[in-house]
Every structure is written in C-alpha cells, then in structure tokens.
C-alpha cells in the first residue's frame, strides 16, 4: 500500500542545503531580502539557486497532482476540446508522463514546466500553485490597452501611465532605467518583433490561462480596471504583469504622442515580492517553499471547530485565483465614479443611480467576501433604485472572478423572482473509485454537511427535495462517453442553496428584465460566469463586452465550472472519510503549494448534455474601448446606456 512520504524526509533532503545558520559567500537570495522590487535576475537567480530532488517530484506530480487530477470533472474533454476551444486540447496523463521523465537541473525548473503546463489547461479552476515559485510578479512600467481612435483600433501602452504607475512608489520607479513617462498613450507598432496583436495572441496562448476562450484571455493580457475588495483598482494585464520572472525586459517599436516617428524602445520589468519575509537561501526555503500547518488537509471530525461545536455548511465556490490582487495597484482617483453610491457599499459591490434617474448600476467585483451582506447589499441597493423611480438595470462583472456559488444563484433569483423556480443548474461530480468509497464511508461515519462536500444533504433531487445525508447518490453511477472514453459521474442534482439566503425573495422581477444589461470584458469566472449564463439562456438578458481584439469573437464568460476543490478541501474530505490510507488517495505535500481543481459540472439549461463550459455564447453586443470608456467605469456605464437601451 502506497504511504504519503513524511515531511521530515523533504527537510533531510534540503537541510544541508538551505538551512545553515548563516547565509553562504554568494547567497543569491541575500542579496534580494527585504526588498519590495528587485530585478528580475535578481529574483531568478535565488529561485534557481534550490537543486532538483526527485523525492519532491515524485512528491509533488506522482503521488498527489496526478491522482488529485482522477478527480477533475473535464479530463476526458481535453483530449479534442471542441470548437471555438480547440486551442485547449492536450492529452493530460501524456504530458504528465513527460514532466515526470523529463531532466531538470532545479526544482524551479520542474516547478514552473509544472505550472506552465497546468495553466495551460485554460481552467482557472485547475492550477498549481507553489509559493515558493509563485511569489514574485513581473512589473512592466508600460502596460497596454486595445483602444479605438479615429475609428480605427490599435494597440496603445496605457494613457493613464503618468498617474497608475506612481502608485507602485518610489521603490518600483527608482528601478526603472528609462524615461518611461514620455510613453504614456504611446501607439504601438510591434512588440518583441511582431505585430502587437499577435504578440498579444501569443501571451494569452502562453501565459494568461483561466479562461478556456482565447478572446476572453487577449482581453486579460490588457490592462483594465477592477474592484479589489470595496476598492477601485487597475490591473497591470498579463502582458504587463505576468506571475513570475521570466523576462527582463520587453521590446516595442512605437510612436509617442504628438511625434511621428517610429522609435524603439526597450521596457524593463521590475520584480514585485509577494511572499513571507527572508534574510538569505535557507530562509526563503523555510518561509515560502516546505509545506505548512495550512497546506495539507484535516480530519474535520478531530478539528477543534467540532469540539467548541461551530461547525458550520459549508459553502460552495467557483472561483479563479488572480495572483495580480496580492499587489493590486489603486485606480488613479480621477477615473473613479464621481456619483454618489446608493446601497451597502462596504463588500465587493458598488451601486450608482447614472445621472437622468432612469439607470442603475450595481457594479459587482467578485461573489466572494460577506456571505450574508452580499445579499443585503442587493437588497439595499434594489431598494434604493426603486425609490429613485429608477426602471432600468446595469450589471458590471468587469474581471469578477467569481466566489460563492449560491451568491450567484442568489443575483439571479432575487433579479428574476422565485417564479423562476430552481435558479442554477443541474450538476454531477465525477464518480471515480476513490469518491465513491468518501460517499460509502461518510455514510457508514454518519456524516452530515458540515463536514463533507460529498454528503448527500449538500444536494437536492431534480424535483427539489433535499437528500438526506445517509443516500448515496454515486450508487449506481452513470456513466458517459467523452472523446470516446467511457467515464463515471455522480446521479444528477440541485444546489441547495435557497437553504442559506437570508433575504425574502420577491416574487415577481424588481425591473423588466427587458431593462437588465451586462456589462464586463468577459473575465467573469465561474460563478460571474454561471450567473451571466443564466441571465442568458433563462432570462435572455442583453450582455455587452468591451475590448478584445478587432474582429476576433469574445465569449461573455471565463471558465465555468460549477465549483473547485483547493488542495486542502479535497485532502480534508479524504481525511475526515478515514481514507487517507487508502492506495488511491493523494500524498501530504512536502512542499507549500496548491492544486486546485474543478470538481463538479455545471450541464447547460439549453441542453443538458452538454457542460456550460463548453457552449459557446457570445456577446449580443461588442464595444471596443475608446479613450472616453477605457479605465473610466462612469463613463463606460453612461456609453452602455445610451446603446443597451433604445
């Protein structure tokens, strides 16, 4: 039988390495602690300077990614992803096997061959993430927008340069070495030797991931603005901001403004730190890179959470991980809104009533953070707008990532009424041995949702009855055929969520939903990308994007699952299942890392053979950004105004 290797064998391996009391003659990790931005050599040489061990690989690929990966709902898809997502096609245990025979001279250079291949997948719901890899993000002084200018789109380095990148401070601008001011608003010409669009295409085929359409990831390597929190932010894009520090430098050919002249210049990224505190080597293996009491998962029925009694349901999530929040860069002041909110407007949701009375604006920038007072900010600011004789509706679900998916099934029906009956979609997990053995054995522990996911009780029958925690809904399975492989899933079911809202529904629409638009660039993940799809295909809302590259289509969804696993989730259901010992159960990391991964599907309303992440459904309307709408919310909401409702 197949035991997890203990974390003090990995210490073993690495103590004579990076766990002397001092820092040796030549650290390269010394030489970037305690700095906020560094070069990025800099940076690369510490990551570099940790020796490949086979003992973490097998660790890290065979004994816990590529057995968490048995529980991925859309393996079998990647083997020929249908059209418009064909570019995502890969056979996943091939590429595996390769990563797992492949010489590597670091365990940096396995690390990122891992993350590059995985974040390839475009499944923002399926990543690896290891910290001690993952905490630096490259900086470029010179991010760029798609805009349209004299009718005609092109590609520009950001107008608003002079203002955003101050914010980073003196420690970020001190490092840059060119007059990097002088090219704000800049037309691009070509970038790295090529023409700025493909170079962009070759960035979201490369480096952006999360979204399994390619338009919806050329519109993430643009920068474009966001809520962080309650707070205005702007993103640097992938091109500008990428995870990591592979590149030190970007080269464009471009023309500034008020000149003529095509001129060449190269841009240096700066390094930004995100991770724990070091002094040299050893410390940075330490603080970032071995596993921690947070990495690997519990046994929920010993936790200290049941003995004082405060177990809780859990609850759902379909959520992206953007490594850009952990340095979100403040919008400049002048381009946030200038009306006043209406509403609760201390969550991730800002509300505006647009000048004229007749439009409100609910600006939504993720599902995530307070539960409950997501819903009474709804609430609130529904309230507000009717007050206000409002009759008219705007979503903004500009890069929302995602979080609670009853939060989004919530939006949906407190905007449609509980006449719609059901507000998600019927899902299934994925029924392979090792889930079916955590359903048997919650069963035969007696437990209940408020220790598992996999507990029936999460659940309710198509005909919207709860199931009891004790049926077990992976017996008999039903199998599918995808790609000609023949796999199992879980029976169907429904969400439960109407158990947790805690507003009174109406019963009827609160406006014409014939009056409701979505507005967003089509980052909106998972739970941002179920609601809007159900807005689409039940309520036939109008959804707008804005941005992309000309002629090329955008979906008006990211990646849409219907719920990830982190790491510690999936672990903590084998674990609180006595299953951990179990031949097919994933190994404890050694290392300090994440792999997430999708675990249920969400089957389209359209047709419900077919998973939502699959169906391609475009905008009814496409915006390119002007100078006008471009990082200026306000204004954007006042253009979709005037076009969405005629």
Known sequence: MFRPIVLSSALAVFAPL????????????AVIAGKAFVQPSDALACLKSFPFNETLRQNVLSHNIARVFDFFTFEDYYLQSP??????????????????????????????????????????????????????QNLLPAPIVSLEVNGVQGVYIVPDLVDFIPLLGTDFTDLITIDWQRLAGAKVVSIEGQDPYAYVDFIAKTVSGNYLDHGVRVNSVFSSYRLSGSDYSQRFGDLAGPTGVAQNSLTFKLVTVNSTKVETVTVPYIASYLGAAFTDKASYWANNCVATDGTNGIDFKGSAALQSNTLKRKQPKGNIIDKSNSSAVGLPPQFEPTLPTVGGDEGVMKSYILPGNQTGVMFIGSFEGDFEGFQTDTASAIAAFKDAGVTRLIIDLTNNGGGFVCLGQFLHQYLAGTRIGYPGFQSTARGNALARKIVASDIELGLDDTFSFYT???????????????????????????????????????????????????????FDLQNVAIVSNGNCASTCAMFSTLMNEREKTKIAVFGGKPFENVEFKGMAGNQVLEWFDIDSEIKTANLKDDPLAPADLLVSGDFRHNWRTAWSFFNENEPIAYVSELPKFRFPYTLETYNNPQNLWVFAEEKLFV
């Not at 766990?19 to 650290?27: E, Q, W």
């Not at 009780?457 to 492989?485: C, E, R, S």
Request: proline residues 10%.
């Open 18 to 29: 990076c766990f002397a009391a001092k820092p040796s003659a030549g650290d390269p990790c």
């Open 83 to 136: 059209p418009p997502f064909q570019e995502s096609t890969v056979n996943i245990r091939a590429s595996l096997a390769k990563i797992n025979t492949t010489k590597y001279t670091t365990d940096y250079d396995f690390n990122v061959d891992l993350y590059d291949f995985i974040t390839r997948l475009n499944d923002g719901h399926t990543r690896w993430f290891p910290d001690c890899y993952t905490s630096f």
């Open 456 to 510: 029936a009780d999460n659940w309710a029958f198509l005909n919207g009855t709860q199931m009891p925690a004790d049926y077990n809904y992976m017996t008999p399975d039903v199998p599918v055929v995808i790609n000609g492989k023949a796999d199992a899933t879980s029976q169907r079911f429904h969400d439960t969520c109407e158990l947790e809202f805690e507003v009174p529904m109406p019963d009827t629409p609160p």
